[in-house]
């Protein structure tokens, strides 16, 4: 059965930081492009970062770029993203996706980050 669990959301003042964890399994999380996604009430669910599984690459939304890294241990099935300097605007849940060409793709359940004084 596949899972991806997210955590590491909270409550978090402007300016301070938070570290997200997506463990996965059921799936060779190796081989799946891993994301972060996210969606503020009222809004549409929205690309964070992504870390490609062969390349290594990552890219980023602008609004995060040079704030927020995305990383992954796949010895431990977990991708994670680590948030600086954060901003109200931030605040929304926060999901992870696992994606591979031609393989159906899995979702988290989500994790709530609140960025307020």
């Known amino acids: 059965q596949v899972q991806l669990v997210e955590s590491g959301g909270g409550l978090v003042q402007p300016g301070g930081s938070l570290r997200l964890s997506c463990a996965a399994s059921g799936f060779t999380f190796s081989l799946y492009d891993m994301s972060w996604y996210r969606q503020a009430p009222g809004k549409e669910r929205e690309l964070v970062a992504v870390?490609?599984?062969?390349?290594?690459?990552?890219s980023y939304a602008d609004s995060v770029k040079g704030r927020f890294t995305i990383s992954r241990d796949n010895a431990k099935n977990t991708v994670y993203l680590q948030m600086d300097s954060l901003k109200p605007e931030d605040t929304a849940v926060y999901y992870c996706?696992?994606?591979?060409?031609?393989?159906?793709?899995?979702w988290g359940q989500g994790t709530q980050v609140t960025v307020s004084s």
């Open positions: 870390h490609a599984s062969i390349s290594g690459r990552t």
């Open positions: 996706k696992a994606w591979r060409l031609l393989s159906t793709e899995y």
